[in-house]
């Protein structure tokens, strides 16, 4: 789902950093290489990008260690979790809410790369 970049001006700014990625790299890549590329894109868009954020599982007031981590969290509120996959299923959109839930963010960005056309692999979704 692309939303006008008007209504979402950090959204907006991902999207568009993801497409320019995709434009330059095409389909047909592994995740990690997009994920670095689009850090590098988005820190040139004056984004603040931390990769491979820890997603804290806390369960009756008790930190449990899980190795969940998140591709990336842009400007300590939007949540991306990237794919290069054929296509994406239902439990990649509950794992990104997951995500958001778990690290209290409010908004967080589905996208695969694996696509002729980045736009129509766009999940956006808010809690």
């Known amino acids: 789902m692309l939303e006008r970049e008007g209504q979402d001006p950090l959204t907006g700014t991902i999207i568009g950093g ?9 389909p047909g890549l592994l995740e990690n290489v997009y994920e670095e590329c689009l850090a590098v894109e988005l820190g040139d868009r004056g984004l603040a990008v931390q990769r491979q954020v820890e997603v804290p599982v806390v369960f009756k007031g008790r930190r449990i260690d899980m190795a969940y981590r998140m591709d990336m969290l842009v400007n300590d ?46 999940v956006r979704r808010v809690l």
């Open 77 to 122: 509120q939007v949540v991306l979790e990237l794919k290069a996959i054929e296509m994406l299923l239902p439990v990649h959109e509950v794992q990104v809410m997951t995500y958001m839930k778990l690290a209290g963010k409010r908004t967080g960005l589905l996208l695969n790369f694996h696509t002729p056309y980045l736009r129509d692999s766009i």
């Open 18 to 26: 993801a497409i320019e990625v995709h434009k330059a790299l095409g």
